[in-house]
């Protein structure tokens, strides 16, 4: 168009998705997926990067394809991302119960039980799951 002007913006890379995430904690060490995040969110809070849905999604998925450990690191990034979500602390909660730690799915299901928006029939539902790690709801 005569008297347009045209520029390139430089679009900032997007955080990597839960199967990236896999791939790049399968290279290296959970910290350096952590970092991985907060280097593509800028100015962004990590919790608007990492979308909890997403991750909890795929780490699901991964658990019903018997992939365990890959499932966990799925759900730790949420979980770290999304300190306060109670699903996020849940779902991590059932990665460490996949891979037979008890002691540390406690940690996450007793944020969740301590959350003031905890509801009965939530905590009805839990009631198996929290009698295998010994925690009286």
């Not at 005569?2 to 791939?23: K, Q």
């Not at 795929?58 to 799925?74: F, H, I, M, P, T």
């Not at 002691?103 to 301590?114: C, D």
Request: with cysteine; charged share 25%.
């Amino acid at each position: 168009m005569e008297g347009s002007n045209i520029r390139h913006l430089e679009a900032g890379s997007a955080p990597p998705s839960p199967p990236e995430v896999v791939v790049l904690a399968s290279e290296g060490s959970l910290d350096t997926v952590k970092s991985t995040p907060l280097q593509d969110c800028e100015e962004q809070p990590v919790s608007k990067c990492v979308d909890a849905n997403a991750f909890n999604f795929y780490g699901y998925d991964l658990l019903g394809k018997q992939r365990a450990k890959d499932a966990l690191v799925v759900f730790e990034i949420a979980a770290w991302a999304h300190p306060t979500l109670a699903n996020a602390q849940d779902s991590l909660a059932d990665g460490y119960l996949a891979i037979g730690d008890k002691e540390k799915a406690r940690k996450p299901f007793s944020r969740r039980l301590n959350s003031p928006r905890q509801t009965q029939r939530w905590m009805r539902k839990q009631k198996p799951r929290l009698s295998q790690m010994n925690i009286n709801a």
